[in-house]
């Protein structure tokens, strides 16, 4: 009963991060939500800040602190260890949901691309950053990176293996193509309004130290292997000038 049990909880929470990404979609391309992130203006603006910054803090302390090793060596001593990945997922999904209904559009449009041709190729990049996201995930193994792969070894009576330091297509040219992704969907916007460049300013400066910290705990666990790979391979512009031969997760379980 227990082993069904963590199955279904990790389920459970795949499901409800599906659910969230769909919205996440809709709410940084302003497409069918009562509020998205460009809307028009709830509150005063120097109420609106405060609480905007308050959000993303929040959410960096979530994202960041959970994946940092200590933290999931001190959770995992309440909880079974297969489920620690799937508590991660379940908490980055409540505390985005909190970002949902807490984020306070600002207006004062900085860029409006009105033009059907220039807005519509805006949006193409913006859904190819999606695309390079969910990429990522899975030459990485998406159903490990969301816990789900740890609850269905459990289930099935079996010890639980971590990845292998390989070679996982856009890794072999860059070290952090999940990142580029994320830099792609918040900056390419047809609508920039400043409550969007709050979040794309403040995302931007999360993802350059979550980097460091990442690489840090990634060079910690891996040694040399993973100090090679950061050596040969570029962090965020890609190089396609050569294969390399040693690529990596580059770590986005950390993340």
């Not at 985005?96 to 807490?102: E, I, N, P, Q, S």
């Not at 040694?223 to 890609?238: A, C, H």
């Amino acid at each position: 009963m227990k082993r069904f049990l963590i199955f279904m909880y990790g389920i459970a929470c795949y499901a409800m991060f599906f659910a969230v990404l769909v919205y996440m979609v809709a709410f940084i391309g302003n497409f069918w939500v009562p509020v998205s992130l460009d809307s028009e203006p709830r509150s005063p603006l120097w109420m609106a800040i405060p609480i905007n910054l308050g959000i993303v803090l929040l959410f960096a302390i979530q994202h960041s602190v959970m994946a940092r090793p200590f933290f999931k060596r001190w959770l995992t001593r309440y909880i079974p260890e297969s489920a620690e990945r799937s508590t991660y997922v379940l908490a980055s999904n409540l505390a985005m949901v909190g970002f949902f209904v807490g984020w306070q559009p600002m207006g004062f449009q900085i860029w409006n691309v009105t033009h059907p041709v220039g807005a519509g190729l805006i949006y193409a990049f913006y859904f190819l950053g999606w695309g390079v996201l969910f990429a990522s995930t899975v030459m990485i193994n998406h159903f490990d990176l969301f816990g789900l792969r740890q609850v269905w070894l459990q289930f099935r009576g079996k010890p639980y293996t971590h990845l292998k330091f390989k070679t996982p297509g856009f890794y072999k040219f860059v070290r952090h193509p999940l990142y580029i992704g994320w830099l792609m969907i918040i900056w390419f916007t047809p609508v920039m309004s400043t409550s969007h460049l709050l979040f794309a300013g403040c995302t931007t400066a999360y993802i350059l130290m979550a980097i460091v910290w990442e690489e840090r705990d990634l060079e910690a666990s891996l040694g040399m292997d993973y100090t090679r790979y950061k050596n040969e391979v570029p962090k965020l512009v890609p190089n396609f000038s050569r294969r390399q031969d040693v690529a990596a997760d580059s770590g986005i379980q950390q993340i």
